[in-house]
């Protein structure tokens, strides 16, 4: 088997349409389809206008959990099926998986969709606030669960596939997440993770040093270290150190460039360029106002100017920026290796 790299790979740059004067696609919507279990943690604490969860006094997750900020996840699932040609993974788990489990599942739709695809897994989701679908397919289950809180409640050897997504800013000790990982995977089972950075950037320098969006990725960076969550998991190779440092294989890093805006020349990342201008835009309030007011000490009519000064660049053709990301496949070693 051959070690994975020292250098983390790269996304190729993403030519730019010069000839777009296409309109904007920011009013158009995607609804989302959320319920709620019963419980008493419906009772969401509200900062500001917006909802968050309230499963643990001890969990202190920092996006909402409310019906705009799920839109934008359900969107951003479908940004990431155009990016991925449609595939949910890229994980060579073989046709007939048999238990899967999702953490962090947010409105559960990778779960959800995995079910379908998949009928012979009995698929669990699980996430800190319970605003996933009732109407699901019979062999998928959801529960209230903080991923950071280990040991897990499942036994060992159990999984053939584990999925994370977007779990920045969660989990303030990785290690301890991924030995659990390891321990709850079956021999040749596989896990997969993707993440995205928080740095908004442009590979031609169409971004002015002074934007607003500019200081997105520093800000996010700096709550990080009051908090002590980490905003820059897509970085350094965190993903695969940690894989690694579990005693998982086989690892493999697939990075890619999610454009905001429909400046890309190539069909398949202007409609994801398209997608991500709409989630960001839809989302972009709810990333910053817990962070910003309650860790950062700024008044909520500082953020408001801050975010009206990101929205007026979002819209701005001319810049042609973009976050990257990256997923990592590992895979526990099998018995007889």
């Not at 994975?4 to 309109?23: F, K, R, W, Y």
């Not at 995205?196 to 002074?210: G, K, L, R």
């Amino acid at each position: 088997m051959t070690e994975p790299s020292n250098t983390q790979p790269e996304a190729a740059a993403i030519p730019v349409d010069l000839a777009d004067d296409g309109e904007s696609i920011l009013e158009s919507d995607n609804a989302s389809s959320t319920a709620s279990l019963t419980s008493s943690v419906l009772a969401y604490r509200k900062i500001h206008g917006r909802t968050y969860q309230n499963f643990r006094t001890s969990v202190e997750y920092w996006a909402p959990n409310d019906e705009q900020q799920n839109e934008g996840l359900d969107i951003n699932h479908q940004m990431m099926l155009i990016l991925n040609d449609n595939k949910l993974y890229h994980s060579p788990i073989g046709p007939n998986p048999q238990r899967v489990i999702d953490i962090g599942t947010g409105t559960g739709i990778w779960a959800v969709d995995f079910a379908d695809e998949h009928p012979s897994a009995v698929v669990i989701g699980t996430d800190v606030s319970p605003i996933q679908p009732t109407w699901v397919p019979p062999n998928i289950k959801f529960e209230l669960d903080d991923a950071k809180a280990v040991p897990w409640p499942y036994p060992d050897n159990h999984f053939d596939f584990l999925h994370m997504r977007l779990l920045i800013g969660s989990i303030n000790d990785w290690p301890a997440v991924y030995n659990e990982i390891f321990r709850v995977l079956k021999p040749g089972g596989w896990v997969e993770h993707t993440e995205y950075d928080c740095a908004v950037v442009s590979d031609d320098n169409s971004q002015p040093a002074d934007a607003a969006l500019a200081r997105w990725g520093p800000l996010f960076l700096e709550a990080g270290e009051k908090t002590g969550q980490k905003f820059d998991l897509a970085r350094d190779q965190k993903l695969l150190k940690w894989m690694k440092g579990a005693g998982l294989t086989a690892i493999k890093e697939y990075p890619f460039k999610l454009p905001l805006g429909s400046w890309p020349k190539e069909r398949k990342m202007k409609d994801v360029g398209n997608l991500n201008l709409v989630m960001t835009d839809k989302s972009l309030e709810g990333y910053a106002l817990y962070l910003f007011t309650q860790v950062l000490g700024w008044s909520v009519e500082e953020t408001h100017v801050y975010l009206a000064k990101a929205r007026k660049e979002l819209r701005n053709k001319s810049i042609h920026t973009y976050y990257a990301g990256i997923t990592v496949c590992g895979q526990k070693p099998k018995r007889n290796e």
